[in-house]
DNA sequence: CCTACCGATCGGTAGG
DNA sequence: CCTACCGATCGGTAGG
């Protein structure tokens, strides 16, 4: 209900698509029924609006993939249902915008590489091994790109198998609920916002 | 020193950094010393500007990374070498148009959707697995927005590692040049472009 | 290849 | 939040 939060959400799924650079002002009045200077008085600047973008996309991020309580592998497979069920029209807002802003220096990139820290310090954290952090984060964008470029969702599959095999089930607390390390990924999770 | 070369050329470069929608026809024309009309019409259109680009980064791209009589893990290192060269300033053109035009429909994403078909079954052909093809250019392409991203070379290092331990040896031909697939793999190269 | 131009849209401002 | 406007740039055209 407040337009702030709206636009900001319709500007995160635009971005999606058609990248931060994509998300015009004019673009988000017409689609939100309302006027130019409406929109861009929220912000004063299109980079802000940028920046505010993304912080309201870690929001999202966080409410739909980073639960407390998860092992590794509960983590990739809420990350991949996020993915697939499309929370953003064009797949993860962050894979699509890292690689979009990996080679232009600014505000919106070094807000998009703190957000990234966090997410690779969490997955070696739940891995506890910062190389196969590494190529699970690798895994879990290919398949976000590859569901989305071909319209095909048997890459989550290839890739949910592929973090079986890789990552290891913490023995006999498969079915667990509270984990030794609640707390730390509790906090986690509020550093993402 | 044609001039249409020199355009696609200069395109290709600001694509891998800003992407294809921030390849325009007036930026082009400023760079490069031309009109804007003298750029627009080796094309006619955006769209086929862009198309145009796609085409002289597969070139250029062949020409680099796809030789012929390499096993896997070769073309894996020349790949690596290739992104880390900086062959196109912003990392890898095909993953950064890739990512960018993964969710809009059209001419362009069907170009590098059949750009990337052909790269994925040369890679499936010398790997002789799919799942491992998969997997191997998702670390790709994670090295390359890695090593972008945070201008850090050491994700090409880890990559290299992973593709190691992951990609078997053809026995007792570690020193060879010439394999009994070249003919296969050198048609597969001008198919490419 | 050029100059000169078109309507549309861009980010942003003035004033209310 | 609005209307009305600004200069710059967009893709594209006419004519040479």
Same mark, same amino acid.
């Given at each position: 209900?407040?337009s702030?939060?709206a636009?900001?959400?319709?500007?995160?799924?635009?971005?999606s698509?058609?990248?931060?650079?994509?998300?015009?002002?004019?673009?988000?009045?017409?689609e939100?029924?309302?006027?130019?200077?409406?929109?861009?008085?929220?912000?004063?600047?299109?980079?802000e609006?940028q920046?505010?973008a993304?912080?309201?996309?870690?929001?999202?991020?966080?409410?739909?993939?980073?639960?407390?309580?998860?092992?590794?592998?509960?983590?990739?497979?809420?990350?991949l249902?996020?993915?697939?069920?499309?929370?953003?029209?064009?797949?993860?807002?962050?894979?699509?915008? %890292?690689?979009?802003?990996? $080679?232009?220096?600014g505000?919106?990139? /070094? &807000? +998009?590489?703190?957000?990234h820290? =966090?997410? !690779?310090?969490?997955?070696? %954290?739940?891995?506890?091994? $910062?190389?196969?952090?590494?190529?699970? /984060? &690798? +895994?879990?964008?290919?398949?976000? =790109?590859? !569901?989305?470029?071909?319209?095909?969702?048997?890459?989550?599959?290839?890739?949910?198998?592929?973090?079986? &095999?890789?990552?290891?089930?913490?023995t006999?607390?498969?079915?667990s609920?509270?984990?030794p390390?609640?707390?730390?990924?509790?906090?986690?999770?509020?550093?993402?916002?």
């Amino acid at each position: 209900m407040d337009s702030r939060g709206a636009i900001l959400l319709r500007a995160a799924e635009i971005a999606s698509v058609d990248g931060l650079e994509g998300v015009t002002i004019g673009r988000l009045a017409i689609e939100l029924g309302m006027s130019k200077s409406g929109v861009f008085s929220h912000f004063g600047s299109k980079e802000e609006l940028q920046l505010s973008a993304v912080h309201k996309a870690a929001e999202i991020f966080t409410r739909e993939v980073v639960i407390a309580g998860g092992a590794a592998l509960d983590l990739c497979e809420r990350w991949l249902d996020y993915s697939k069920r499309r929370v953003f029209p064009g797949g993860c807002f962050f894979v699509v915008t %890292r690689s979009e802003f990996a $080679a232009r220096p600014g505000r919106v990139r /070094d &807000a +998009l590489m703190l957000f990234h820290l =966090r997410w !690779a310090s969490l997955l070696e %954290r739940l891995t506890g091994d $910062a190389q196969l952090a590494f190529e699970v /984060d &690798a +895994l879990l964008a290919a398949a976000d =790109r590859f !569901a989305v470029l071909y319209d095909d969702a048997s890459a989550y599959e290839r890739v949910r198998l592929a973090l079986r &095999a890789r990552i290891a089930m913490p023995t006999g607390t498969e079915m667990s609920v509270a984990r030794p390390n609640d707390s730390s990924i509790a906090s986690q999770v509020s550093s993402m916002i």
